[in-house]
């Protein structure tokens, strides 16, 4: 078995940050909690219309990233590809002007969800370059622009499916952890042949 460095966003490809943040939303904003699940607008659309958006969310981040829910079987696949021996790098663009300190929110959250990790970067503009640096196999997250970036780099980049991020044909759709998981096996089997 061939072991891969994987590197992983959290929020929305771990963590359920947009499903978390609209019931804050709704409070904040007086709106109907029911509605914005029916149209799922996208964090810009949401920035676009609602007043102050982003100093809310700039607000709330502190709040919001401790109790955001783990996606289902994120933890679960995590433990079971580590323990195969592959390395799990979470990278991030959780920063400085969102937090106080990124690193150590974010590395206390993974610790007390039990969230599997060897190596944990925050701050990550420029996703794809930051994956070329970490000699990254494969990449996971829900944002196009990173999954983008990193296919720039030539890094094997997986999109993890979201409410509201579009799909690009030429970007690769993952479903739910259990079929990461399932690519992973693929690929670690393969190129061992
Ligand atoms: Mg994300």
Redesign the pocket.
Known sequence: MNILNIAI?I???ITDTYESMMPLVAINYDLDLKKLWANKPSYKELSKTLPNFDEFIQNNYHILANIVSVKEDAIKVLKKLRSEGHRIIIITARNTEEYSNPYKLTYDFLVSKGIPFDKLITNVGNKGLQCATEGIDVFM???TKNCKSAMKYNINTYQFKSNFCSQEDKIKRVNNWDEFYNIISNMSKEANN
């Open positions: 966003d929020d929305d490809t997250d829900d944002n």
